[in-house]
C-alpha cells in the first residue's frame, strides 16, 4: 500500500491565481481531511468527507473547495491565492481504527 | 468549544534524560486522546493513543495515560535518544475531528 499520497510536494503561487493540491489513498478509508499548518498554530482542519458525494467544513474553509467522487480521492481546490493561504497542507485519512495516516505533505508558498 | 493545550517549545535535552511533555485537554464527554509525532519533513504519524480515563497508552518506550480528574494526557519517555528529536503534537477526537495542540519541538542534543 502507498498509503496517504499528496502532489506536489512544493508549489509557489502568485496572488489571485488557482490551483488544486491533490491527495488519494489506497485503503479503502471513507473518511478524509485537509489540514494546515502553521507555525505555533497546530493543524487546523480544512474540510473533510466522510465518504464519497459528502463533504463537509472545518474550522477555516474560507477560500478552499474539495469534492469526493471517488473513495480514494480527495482534492483540494484553492480558488483564488491569497498570501494567507501560504502554509504546509496535509491530507489525511481514517478508516474504522482510531488512528488518522498523514500524507507527506505540500508546502505552498504564495507571493 | 473542545480544545488542547500543550506546553511551548522547543523543549531541549541531553540524550538519555528523562522527558515530560504536558498536555491538558478541555472537552464534553469523554473523547480518545492522542499522541502524535512529525519528524522533520515528514507527516504526522500515530505515536500513542488512550480512549478512556485511566487507560496508559505506550509505543517506542514512551508513554501517556489519561487521566480524567486533571483532564491531562502527559507524553513521558524515561531515556530520550537523537533520533527522538521531532515536534510531538496531543490531540483529541472530537465528533470525527481531531482537535491539535500547537505542537511541542523536541531537540535532543548527543
Known amino acids: 500500500n502507498a498509503g496517504v499520497t499528496q502532489t506536489p510536494k512544493f508549489q509557489v503561487l502568485k496572488t489571485g491565481q488557482s490551483m488544486t493540491l491533490q491527495c488519494a489513498q489506497d485503503?479503502?478509508?471513507?473518511?478524509m481531511s485537509w489540514y494546515r499548518q502553521d507555525p505555533g498554530m497546530g493543524l487546523r482542519l480544512i474540510h473533510y468527507?466522510?465518504?464519497?458525494?459528502?463533504?463537509d467544513q472545518g474550522e477555516v474553509p474560507n477560500g478552499y473547495n474539495v469534492s469526493r467522487s471517488t473513495t480514494e480521492d480527495f482534492p483540494l481546490r484553492l480558488l483564488s491565492a491569497a498570501p494567507s493561504q501560504t502554509s504546509v497542507y496535509f491530507c489525511?485519512?481514517?478508516?474504522?481504527?482510531?488512528?488518522?495516516?498523514f500524507g507527506p505533505g505540500t508546502r505552498l508558498t504564495v507571493t | 468549544g473542545d480544545s488542547v493545550t500543550q506546553m511551548e517549545g522547543p523543549v531541549t535535552l541531553s540524550e538519555e534524560a528523562f522527558l515530560t511533555i504536558n498536555c491538558t485537554y478541555t472537552?464534553?464527554?469523554?473523547?480518545?486522546l492522542f499522541w502524535y509525532v512529525q519528524y522533520p519533513g515528514e507527516g504526522l504519524q500515530l505515536l500513542l493513543k488512550?480512549?478512556?480515563a485511566d487507560d496508559k497508552g505506550s509505543n517506542k518506550g514512551f508513554e501517556a495515560t489519561y487521566r480524567k480528574e486533571t483532564t491531562s494526557f502527559h507524553l513521558e519517555k524515561g531515556s530520550v535518544q537523537v533520533s527522538d528529536s521531532a515536534v510531538y503534537f496531543c490531540?483529541?477526537?472530537?465528533?470525527?475531528?481531531?482537535?491539535w495542540g500547537a505542537g511541542t519541538k523536541l531537540i535532543i542534543k548527543p
Open positions: 490531540a483529541l477526537d472530537s465528533n470525527y475531528q481531531l482537535i
Open positions: 468527507s466522510v465518504g464519497a458525494g459528502i463533504t
Open positions: 472537552a464534553t464527554g469523554y473523547p480518545s
Open positions: 485503503m479503502n478509508h471513507e473518511y
Open positions: 488512550a480512549t478512556k
Open positions: 489525511a485519512s481514517k478508516g474504522n481504527s482510531y488512528e488518522q495516516y
